[in-house]
């Protein structure tokens, strides 16, 4: 079986730091899903408008060249456990494919670029290849019950996010900084890097976000 991308989406991550660990995570953040141009026939998306949520099969592009082994150490454990890879979502697997459920926020039919999805809380970077989409469906789709494994036993923390007024009135507008302060409460380094001197940079929106952590606040420097 040979199987195809059918589109990319568009979103406002250039590199893997920063994006979600896990899709709607985010809410406010904003993609395009754009169709190749073989598939950029309008029907293909009839019925699409009744559904509120998606399912996309997308391929982890940027680990193309990474080897995948049987055990792997989710950051989320610390970076010191080791887990079976089918027991996580590491993107290192031997069919790089990753799962993600989106909102739908609007889908336009008739664009420069064929019909394009608007999706909201999407966990992908820029240019991802999406190799399907499939409607969410609830009374199939969730599992209010299901046993995660060691997923049940992590916590959620979120970072306070400390951003000056004079920065965020310079950039309110520019960019969509609450979105951005959506993916910074999630904090987005490695769960093993804990240095409150260490600044990071985040490609977003085409801009470098440099902040710093200590404790649960994180302080945004300075947006470039």
């Not at 979103?11 to 920063?18: A, D």
């Not at 080791?82 to 697997?93: K, L, Q």
Request: aromatic share 10%; net charge negative.
């Amino acid at each position: 079986m040979e199987i195809r991308p059918i589109a990319v989406i568009r979103t406002e991550f250039s590199e893997k730091f920063g994006v979600p660990r896990q899709s709607g995570l985010a809410s406010g953040l904003r993609g395009r899903i754009v169709f190749n141009e073989e598939y950029r026939n309008p029907r293909s998306l009839r019925g699409l408008e009744d559904f509120s949520h998606l399912w996309l099969i997308w391929e982890f592009s940027a680990n193309r060249n990474g080897d995948w082994h049987a055990e792997v150490r989710p950051p989320r454990l610390g970076g010191n456990r080791y887990m079976g890879v089918f027991a996580t979502r590491s993107p290192f697997r031997p069919n790089p494919l990753g799962l993600s459920c989106v909102e739908i926020d609007h889908i336009e039919s008739d664009t420069p670029e064929g019909p394009v999805i608007y999706v909201k809380g999407a966990d992908l970077m820029d240019g991802t290849p999406i190799y399907d989409i499939k409607p969410y469906i609830r009374y199939a789709d969730s599992r209010p019950d299901a046993l995660c494994g060691y997923v049940d036993n992590l916590s959620e923390s979120a970072l306070k996010v400390n951003i000056s007024d004079s920065l965020a009135e310079e950039w309110r507008g520019r960019i969509d900084l609450d979105a951005l302060i959506q993916v910074l409460t999630l904090d987005p380094r490695p769960s093993y890097q804990n240095d409150p001197d260490r600044i990071y940079g985040l490609s977003y929106c085409g801009c470098n976000v440099r902040f710093r952590v200590e404790g649960d606040v994180l302080e945004v420097i300075d947006i470039e």
